[in-house]
């Protein structure tokens, strides 16, 4: 297939015409997802919250499923393909190394997609997000996790013989940009936790053509958790990158230690993975030795790695607007920073929302001790839509405002509109996290369909409180769901309607923009948003120890 480029007129960027095709198809993929889970999350959401509480059981666990899988898999995964693809052949101007595998891989995944939705939507597979065994599903449900992983593991592969192609063709000197680097790292987090989605679903799909047996549960949930937590770790890594991305295009910055930041991605490699064992705290087949290394000693070095990203892209920002004459207090960078770019809007919501959301209650909830008052209520979804939602959702959909003229080659409708539905999704979950994760607090559990518990012999003694934090995470559901809306209907509106984007080259290759390498510029203003954080984590940590020792009255 002959490779024929063209010079993107915004960035300078030289695309490769298979690469660009690619990204399209992963990124409207992507984009059905989100489609297809958030009309789930309407269901869900009203069905959670006790005031509406609309659909019946076998709905409600049907709607969890779709609405999970979608969101968390699909359109995490298709849009993380789309961003390999434009990290590896379009930030390096070199081609794609395989295009016909490209298109081979993206085929078995929207099979895959397919498969699994059909046989949910079906009722041959309400066994939920995490689909545990002795629940058995429609084999076909199986099959499709297979084709799916494998299809994206393949286009994995395909990104790093790219990176291979533009080494060996010199498209690039020096090392490679940052956000490859932090592309390559998530690509190979992902080969980690592909691998083991194929080597259970395998077996679990054989088990479900009765080849096998049985399948034993402790073994499916340790290796399984390989792929359902991991995942959202890939999730992590690429954010990471966009934020570097982004910080570049919205304001110039660049990373004030490059050494550092490659440190830190390397870190996750090592480490991150480990955080799937906190799903596991309670399981009685692993041993305590096991549980307190993975959540803590080998886990807070991925911890660091985070911490060290949650400053050094802030402080990138802070230097380049300094440099600008913005050098007025600790602030002035900040508070004249283009807020009304939603690129750089993107950038600071899900910077901060996953640091002080995400961030605090993950390192929170996956200690062992806490675990046992966090497990499996709504505190844990909290933390993970505090991630993967206002975290990785809320940067990708940054991203997506310059995908679309860069790949698409479409102006977007309204740059104001879309700013604004950054804010509004963020501002939405914002509610919606806060409301769940202290209704959570109150044991309100994490997947029962009644959580009054109305219809139970059984009443469990649940304050009334908690029931109004329901309806708090309600309200902000609706809100976080108009902005999820508003996203579909502006990129859409702008691959369809907006202005065409002409062809005439003239800015500065990203891949070819040198590191900046003046004079000093101090970073005060970061410290002290660091301190904050810092602060809020010491107090929120120890909160959770005071809330632990009270549930054990000593007399």
Same mark, same amino acid.
């Given at each position: ?69 979608? !969101? ?6 298709? $849009? ?55 629940m058995q599903a429609a084999s076909y449900f199986y099959l499709g996790w ?160 985070? !911490? ?99 790949? $698409? ?19 939405? !979950? ?42 708090? !995470? ?82």
């Amino acid at each position: 297939m002959e490779a024929v480029y063209r010079t993107c007129a915004q960035t300078g960027l030289k695309v490769h015409n298979h690469a660009e095709r690619l990204i399209r198809a992963n990124a409207v993929a992507g984009v059905v997802s989100i489609l297809f889970g958030g009309i789930a999350a309407v269901l869900v959401l009203l069905t959670r919250w006790p005031a509406v509480h609309l659909l019946d059981p076998a709905s409600f666990y049907r709607a969890l499923t779709f609405h999970g899988i979608n !969101m968390l898999i699909f359109w995490i995964i298709f $849009f993380e393909i789309a961003v390999l693809y434009f990290a590896g052949p379009i930030v390096l101007g070199s081609r794609l190394a395989w295009p016909r595998i490209g298109w081979v891989s993206f085929v078995l995944m929207v099979a895959g997609t397919l498969l699994i939705n059909i046989a949910i939507l079906q009722g041959k597979a309400d066994v939920m997000f995490t689909s545990y065994a002795p629940m058995q599903a429609a084999s076909y449900f199986y099959l499709g996790w297979i084709l799916f992983a494998v299809g994206a593991l393949v286009a994995v592969c395909n990104f790093f013989a790219s990176l291979v192609v533009a080494k060996a063709e010199r498209t690039y000197t020096g090392s490679i940009p940052l956000v490859t680097f932090g592309a390559a790292t998530a690509g190979i987090i992902a080969v980690v936790t592909l691998a083991h989605g194929a080597i259970i679903y395998i077996p679990t799909w054989l088990w479900s053509l009765g080849i096998i047996e049985k399948i034993d549960p402790g073994i499916y949930r340790l290796i399984w958790w390989g792929l359902g937590h991991s995942s959202q770790q890939i999730n992590v890594t690429a954010m990471v990158s966009i934020w570097y991305l982004l910080a570049t295009l919205t304001v110039g910055a660049t990373p004030i230690n490059e050494k550092v930041c490659r440190s830190a991605f390397l870190l996750y490699i090592l480490f991150i993975n480990l955080a799937s064992a906190h799903h596991l705290l309670v399981d009685p087949q692993l041993s305590p030795a096991w549980k307190i290394w993975n959540t803590s000693y080998g886990m807070y070095l991925a911890v660091l790695a985070s !911490m060290i990203h949650g400053m050094t892209v802030p402080a990138s920002v802070e230097v380049a607007q300094r440099k600008k004459g913005l050098t007025k207090g600790l602030f002035e960078w900040l508070a004249k920073a283009p807020w009304g770019n939603p690129g750089f809007a993107a950038l600071a919501l899900s910077l901060s929302l996953f640091g002080f959301i995400g961030g605090i209650t993950g390192v929170t909830f996956g200690a062992e001790q806490i675990n046992i008052i966090s497990h499996n209520t709504l505190r844990i979804t909290g933390h993970f839509h505090a991630t993967v939602v206002a975290g990785t959702t809320i940067a990708f959909m940054g991203l997506t405002y310059y995908v679309v003229p860069l790949i $698409f080659r479409r102006h977007l409708i309204s740059t104001k509109l879309a700013t604004a539905q950054i804010y509004l999704f963020g501002i939405g !979950m914002t509610i919606f996290i806060g409301g769940m994760t202290t209704a959570g607090s109150y044991a309100i559990p994490r997947r029962h369909w009644d959580v009054q518990f109305a219809t139970s012999l059984f009443q469990p003694p649940v304050e009334a409180a908690a029931f109004a934090f329901l309806g708090i !995470m309600g309200v902000g559901g609706l809100f976080a769901l108009a902005g999820g809306a508003l996203y579909v209907l502006i990129t859409v509106g702008s691959v369809l309607f907006g202005r065409r984007v002409p062809d005439t080259p003239g800015a500065v290759p990203l891949a070819a923009m040198p590191q900046d390498k003046g004079q000093h510029v101090p970073i005060k203003g970061t410290t002290v948003l660091v301190l904050v954080f810092l602060a809020s984590f010491i107090i929120y940590y120890f909160l959770n120890w005071k809330w632990l020792a009270a549930i054990w009255i000593v007399k």
